[in-house]
């Protein structure tokens, strides 16, 4: 049984006419998406498949980079002494990667 619950990465971009967003499965050539274009221009909806594909393709780098440098940040603070976390000059950034990684792994909303 697979664990994957979407198609694998790296997705590509195929089509001229109507941008296909494809990617390998089980080694055959498998469409993910296709893009729209009722009411949009071409342009747009080559732009939205390029934009969904360099999202797609680099989540799971984004969000290990994430989990690393919440470590670091946690690592760097524990010995913070008499000083507040939230008062320390990390705390803005520790809440912006914690906002990030809640959406990126927490599912569209």
Not at 50 to 79: F, M, R
Request: hydrophobic fraction near 40%; charged fraction near 25%; glycine fraction near 6%.
């Amino acid at each position: 049984m697979k664990t994957t619950k979407h198609t694998p990465t790296p997705w590509t971009i195929s089509g001229n006419e109507t941008p296909v967003i494809a990617a390998m499965y089980d080694g055959r050539d498998a469409v993910v998406a296709v893009t729209c274009r009722d009411r949009i221009e071409l342009e747009e909806a080559h732009f939205n498949a390029q934009h969904i594909v360099k999202c797609v393709n680099a989540h799971d780098e984004l969000v290990a980079a994430l989990h690393a440098s919440l470590e670091q940040i946690e690592a760097h603070t524990e010995g913070m002494g008499d000083t507040s976390y939230e008062e320390s000059a990390w705390h803005p950034l520790w809440t912006q990667i914690k906002t990030s990684l809640a959406k990126l792994e927490g599912g569209a909303k």
